[in-house]
T-cell receptor, first 108, second 116 residues
Framework: GIQVEQSPPDLILQEGANSTLRCNFS?????LQWFHQNPWGQLINLFY???GTKQNGRLSATTVATERYSLLYISSSQTTDSGVYFC??????????FGTGTSLTVIP | GAVVSQHPSWVICKSGTSVKIECRSL??????MFWYRQFPKQSLMLMAT?????????EQGVEKDKFLINHASLTLSTLTVTSAHPEDSSFYIC????????????FGQGTRLTVV
C-alpha cells in the first residue's frame, strides 16, 4: 500500500515562530487533505489540496503532486495551534490513508 | 463544510459486552462512510468502508465478525464492537463522503472506547 510519511514527528515552537510541516507519499494520489487533531481527538479540516497552493489566515499549504509531497506552513504560531497535524491521501474510492503525524507544541 | 456526527463521544464497557457506535451525516447523503481506529500516539488506520445497502469492505487484518458494520440508510452507519476486550480499547472515528469521486472527506468527532 501507499506510504505516507510526515516530518518532523515532534516540534516545539515558541509562540510567534513560523514552521513548516512536510508530508511525503510514495505513489500518485487523487486527493490530499491536512488535518489538525485537537486534544479531544477531533479532526479539523485545514486544507483540501490535491495540488497547488492555498492559504487560510496564518496557515497555508502547497502540494506538488508530481514530486509526491505537500507542505503545511504555520506562521506566527499560537498556543492554540498545539496538537497533532496529519496529512491524508486518497488514491481511489474516497478512502484516505493517514500520515504518521507531527505533534506540535507551542509554548508561550 | 459538511457535518458528520458521531455518538457516543466516549463509552466504557465491560469485557465481553458489545458496543454500538453511530455515525450520521447531518446535512448530506453519504453513500459511503469509512471507519478508522487510532491507538494512543499513533496515526489513524482505515478499518473498513461502509456502502449504503451493501456489505462493508474490510481492510486486511480487521476481523469482520468482531467489528460489525451496518449502513442501512444514506445518513447512518453503525459500528458494533462485539465481545469487546481490553485490547479493543481505542479511538474510533468515522468519515463520510457524498459519493462523488475526488471530494473532501469530513470526519465525526470520534468515540473513545475503554473496555474494562
Amino acid at each position: 500500500g501507499i506510504q505516507v510519511e510526515q516530518s518532523p514527528p515532534d516540534l516545539i515552537l515558541q509562540e510567534g515562530a513560523n514552521s513548516t510541516l512536510r508530508c511525503n507519499f510514495s505513489d500518485s494520489v487523487n486527493n490530499l487533505q491536512w488535518f489538525h487533531q485537537n486534544p479531544w481527538g477531533q479532526l479539523i479540516n485545514l486544507f483540501y489540496i490535491p495540488s497547488g497552493t492555498k492559504q487560510n489566515g496564518r496557515l497555508s499549504a502547497t502540494t506538488v503532486a508530481t514530486e509526491r509531497y505537500s507542505l503545511l506552513y504555520i506562521s506566527s504560531s499560537q498556543t492554540t495551534d498545539s496538537g497533532v497535524y496529519f496529512c491524508a491521501v486518497e488514491r481511489a474510492g474516497n478512502q484516505f490513508y493517514f500520515g504518521t503525524g507531527t505533534s506540535l507544541t507551542v509554548i508561550p | 463544510g459538511a457535518v458528520v456526527s458521531q455518538h457516543p463521544s466516549w463509552v466504557i464497557c465491560k469485557s465481553g459486552t458489545s458496543v454500538k457506535i453511530e455515525c450520521r451525516s447531518l446535512d448530506f447523503q453519504a453513500t459511503t462512510m469509512f471507519w478508522y481506529r487510532q491507538f494512543p500516539k499513533q496515526s489513524l488506520m482505515l478499518m473498513a468502508t461502509s456502502n449504503e445497502g451493501s456489505k462493508a469492505t474490510y481492510e486486511q487484518g480487521v476481523e469482520k465478525d468482531k467489528f460489525l458494520i451496518n449502513h442501512a440508510s444514506l445518513t447512518l452507519s453503525t459500528l458494533t464492537v462485539t465481545s469487546a476486550h481490553p485490547e479493543d480499547s481505542s479511538f474510533y472515528i468515522c468519515s463520510a463522503t457524498g459519493g462523488a469521486v475526488n471530494t473532501e472527506a469530513f470526519f465525526g468527532q470520534g468515540t473513545r472506547l475503554t473496555v474494562v
